[in-house]
């Protein structure tokens, strides 16, 4: 079993920053690719970034620029960095971990 607990989000004015956090713990042996996913309301779940093993990084055409996804891996965290927020990216964040482990989600509000 593995448990994905996310933190750092929160409300933010247009043009602000926000860090995320995602720490993965448990029966985790192995190194693997973590994402970054985004759900705004009566939409989908969309990627927005994502970080390989070999710390290869991924990042939706909407973002890029913007945000940088980062891991520490003896922490087995990921982070996400958020400069230049716009409402757009008003959404429940969400991070996944390779295993097929989801975290519970954290709101971050763009907003003046």
């Known amino acids: 079993q593995v448990q994905v607990v996310e933190s750092g989000g929160g409300l933010v004015e247009p043009g602000g920053s926000l860090r995320l956090s995602c720490t993965a713990s448990g029966s985790i042996s192995g190194i693997y690719t973590m994402a970054w996913y985004r759900q705004a309301p009566g939409k989908q779940r969309d990627l927005v970034a994502s970080?390989?093993?070999?710390?290869?990084?991924n990042y939706a055409d909407s973002v890029k620029g913007r945000f940088t996804i980062s891991r520490e891996y003896a922490k087995n965290t990921v982070y996400l960095q958020m400069n230049s927020l716009k409402p757009e990216d008003t959404a429940v964040y969400y991070c996944?971990?390779?295993?097929?482990?989801w975290g519970q989600g954290t709101q971050v509000t763009v907003s003046s």
């Open positions: 996944y971990h390779g295993l097929g482990y």
């Open positions: 970080i390989t093993s070999g710390n290869r990084t």
